[in-house]
């Protein structure tokens, strides 16, 4: 197993995953990972595409899956400004709707979703990618429809929403390119202001997304290290290594030194990861294996390996990087 009692150790899935629950992929993600997430089935435009139609047979049943397995399962995500459908910001006419509106909206929304898997889920995404990109400097909150309706408010009510909906669960700010140090810092300041507002915000997920040379171990050893000071626990929540430098390269096997290359930049990574046991509760994956992951399809569509198996199941160097490294070349 890749997982010991350092964090919990996890992987994105999608329920096609698990149709069988007997099946090749389900028997993988049972015997190497003890925390699932849904990669899509709980998003807004999945759990209520109208107002007040509720619809969470697909993610009912990878909580269900979890759950009969004995697997722990972390919720993603309550707001983000992308996989939400239009009329969550609109009126009838088209125009953005008032705060009070908007509130309204994401209070039952919360409520449902949240309320209807209190006591499975041990960790929430409450807020997804709230920062503005770093292409552009970031310099403030995301400019999303949530902003411009309501302001930095939005996030203090989704925390509040989701705290009283289950009181138990841990509730996350999730974002990417996190070992970036002016987003790092703007985001430990936002996490500090919220915590001194009394805003129940548990933690910050680093998503780790990365590619195959950068960010550093070293970088991202930094970017746990700046949060540590808010006293506030830490997770890796979508962690994968695409093989590309940019966005015209595209393989069509492979190449060995490569393959290599990613092995011992994940057991570096993860020598980091391990150091900081204490602040960290879990390293999730996004995805078990090469063919089912969104790299293939973003930003272009083309092969890439990014994760611990490949297309056939079968584990890779990387795995074995982890989990063993005397099995290495
Ligand atoms: O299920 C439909 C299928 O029926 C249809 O034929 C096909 C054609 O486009 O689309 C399928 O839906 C796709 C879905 O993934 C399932 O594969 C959507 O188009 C596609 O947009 C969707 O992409 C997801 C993406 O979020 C959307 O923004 C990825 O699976 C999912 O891995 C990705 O996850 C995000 C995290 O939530 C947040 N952080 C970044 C991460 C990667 O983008």
Known sequence: NIYNDDFKLGTALLVNEIYDPNGPDAQLIKKHFNSLTAGNELKWDAT????????????????????????????????????TPN???????????????LFQRMKKHIEAEVGRYKGKVYAWDVVNEVIEPGDKQPGGLRNSPWYQIAGEEFIEKAFEYAHAADPDAKLFI??????????????????????????????????????I??????????????????????????MDMSIYTNDSEAF??????LQ???????????????????????????????????????????????????ERLQAKYAYWALVDPSKMP
């Open 174 to 211: 999730n974002d990417y390119n996190t070992d970036m140090p002016d987003k790092r810092q703007y985001l430990h300041d936002l996490i500090k202001r919220l915590k001194a507002k009394g805003v129940p915000i548990d933690g910050i997920g680093h998503q780790t997304h990365i590619g």
């Open 87 to 101: 009329w969550v910001f609109h009126d009838d006419k088209g125009n953005l709707v008032s705060k009070e509106v």
């Open 252 to 257: 069509d096997t492979f190449p060995e030194d």
């Open 48 to 83: 209520e595409p109208r107002e007040g139609q509720f619809s969470f047979s697909r993610a009912d049943q990878i909580v269900d899956f979890a759950m009969n397995n004995g697997i722990a399962f972390r919720g993603h995500t309550l707001i983000w400004h992308s996989q």
């Open 260 to 310: 290599l290359r990613q092995a011992y930049r994940y057991k570096e990574i993860f020598d980091v990861f391990k150091k900081h046991k204490d602040q960290l509760s879990a390293v999730i994956f996004w995805g078990k294996d090469d063919l089912n992951t969104w790299l293939r399809t973003f930003p272009v569509k083309r092969n890439n390996w990014p994760l611990l198996f490949d």
């Open 213 to 238: 040379m950068s960010p550093s171990a070293f970088q991202l050893d930094q970017m746990i290290l700046a949060f540590t000071d808010l006293g506030i626990d830490q997770q890796i929540t979508e």
